[in-house]
């Protein structure tokens, strides 16, 4: 790491001085403009001292195991101030026109942009869920004995199904499931299983198969 900065002082009784010196490779200004081209940044900043009146201030040192030591008393505080020169006054002018400027300008266009940003009545992302929904819509038709043995299968998985449970296994369409489940299954309208679908007593063989186990246990 290189020097960053070099401090001066003068010990003299009757005036004393500190002053802080930049490197100058730190006096680079990154400003844009033709304005900021010109300018410098200040590299000597003095210090002003002042007394420590009505305070008692000490300098306090760590070691690596928290043990506090005192280093000393403090008896005069240092304040660095720019060195108010022309270079100076000029970084604080360019600094108060650059605050001052507004965020957004506006801008005269010669032509009207027409390659982005330009009004759609419908976006790909719907279009393509309407059309995706259009497809699942039209449903063919299987047979009724078809569609039927495919709900007893389903039937002997789980007891009760929603609608939309049995479109997605059967993939038939609604009304033709509904008008072969009125059929084969009752529909639960009220109690815990509400809005379900399951079958009718006469089909549930998974019901007489449980009434056989239960008159065996108590023959036995």
């Known amino acids: 790491m290189g020097q960053s900065f070099r401090k001066r002082r003068s010990w003299n009784l009757k005036d004393r001085k500190v002053s802080f010196t930049l490197n100058a490779n730190l006096t680079t200004f990154t400003g844009q403009g033709d304005k900021a081209a010109s300018l410098s940044v200040p590299r000597v900043h003095p210090f002003t001292m002042l007394t420590v009146e009505g305070q008692t201030q000490a300098v306090l040192s760590q070691s690596s195991h928290d043990k506090l030591s005192l280093e000393g008393m403090v008896v005069q505080r240092a304040e660095c101030r720019p060195a108010v020169n022309e270079s100076y006054m000029k970084l604080k002018k360019l600094q108060m026109e650059e605050s001052v400027k507004p965020q957004r300008l506006s801008q005269r266009l010669d032509k ?47 007891q009760y199904y929603n609608i939309k449970d049995l479109v997605d296994i059967t993939k038939q369409p609604v009304t033709y499931l509904k008008e072969i489940l009125r059929g084969i299954g009752v529909y639960n309208a009220k109690g815990s299983h509400k809005s379900t679908w399951e079958l009718k007593p006469e089909y549930r063989h998974y019901r007489a198969e449980e009434d056989e186990e239960g008159e065996d246990m108590k023959t036995e």
Request: charged content about 30%.
């Open 112 to 158: 009207a942009v027409t390659n982005n940003f330009k009004p759609v009545s419908n976006h790909g992302i719907n279009m393509e869920y309407e059309k995706k929904k259009k497809c699942e819509g039209r449903m063919v038709r299987a047979e009724k004995q078809v569609v039927t043995d495919m709900l007893f299968a389903a039937f002997e998985q789980h």
